[in-house]
């Protein structure tokens, strides 16, 4: 079965780049939500989207911007990249009205985000 | 706002016995759902198993369950006949009915040792 697809799995930037992470959500599913996991940390809530709308905001940087496009898929758009950055991005996604409550979300395998 | 504690940063257990995982949590809400996420070394989330508020039925996935305690608010999980595979992290999480987001705990390393 399809799974949410993240890219890239491994990305390396210095300080003060921009970073581009991208989500692909399980096809069907209309909300994707994205997390942030520090080191040895759980994953933290940033934002998520249903229907190209923003639904809900958490704990993301000023920094940060993400949209979700036509298609569903979603990027997650990091600027002045800070050492503290550095942790593993996941998206996961979802189908409005069944899966949260119901099944959970499902996750995609992160993006691992390292700023040197 | 909602918090999911979890106590135990690390826990072991010896092949073929069983674990139980301990999670708490606060709300004011009456409606709400808790899950347990399997964080294997691969870093993927994996959802275990998962429990709805209303229902007094603790669910079950074959070798895990869970022991819902609405009044006291916790939520631990029990895994039996423990095998190598399920050496993992474990966040035990939250989100309200009707809500967006996933609260999760700070997480339990389980080892299992042969």
């Known amino acids: 079965a399809a799974g949410v697809i993240q890219s890239p799995r491994h990305l390396i930037k210095e300080k003060r780049e921009t970073a581009t992470l991208k989500c692909y959500p399980i096809?069907?599913?209309?909300?994707v939500y994205w997390y942030q996991q520090g080191p040895g940390q759980d994953p933290q809530f940033l934002i998520s989207f249903y229907e190209k709308m923003q639904s809900d905001k958490g704990s993301i940087p000023d920094r940060f911007s993400a949209q979700q496009f036509s298609d569903y898929h979603s990027e997650l758009n990091m600027s002045s990249l800070e050492l503290g950055d550095s942790a593993l991005y996941f998206c996961?996604?979802?189908?409005?009205?069944?899966?949260?409550?119901?099944?959970?979300?499902?996750f995609g395998s992160g993006t691992r985000l390292t700023v040197v | 706002a909602q918090t999911v504690t979890q106590s135990q940063p690390e826990m072991s257990v010896q092949e073929a016995e069983t674990v139980t995982l301990s999670c708490t949590y606060d709300?004011?809400?009456?409606?709400?759902?808790l899950f347990w996420y399997k964080q294997p070394p691969s870093r993927q989330m994996i959802l275990v198993i998962r429990?709805?508020?209303?229902?007094?039925q603790n669910a079950t996935e074959n070798r895990f369950s869970v022991n819902f305690q609405k009044a006291a608010k916790s939520f631990s999980l029990k895994i039996s006949d423990s095998q190598l595979g399920d050496t993992a992290m474990y966040f035990c999480?939250?989100?309200?009915?009707?809500?967006?987001?996933?609260?999760f705990g700070a997480g339990t390393i389980l080892r299992v040792k042969s």
């Open positions: 709300t004011s809400e009456n409606n709400y759902y």
């Open positions: 999480a939250f989100t309200e009915g009707g809500g967006n987001k996933l609260v």
């Open positions: 429990q709805e508020a209303y229902k007094q």
């Open positions: 996961a996604s979802s189908e409005t009205g069944t899966a949260l409550n119901l099944y959970g979300y499902t």
């Open positions: 096809p069907r599913h209309d909300t």
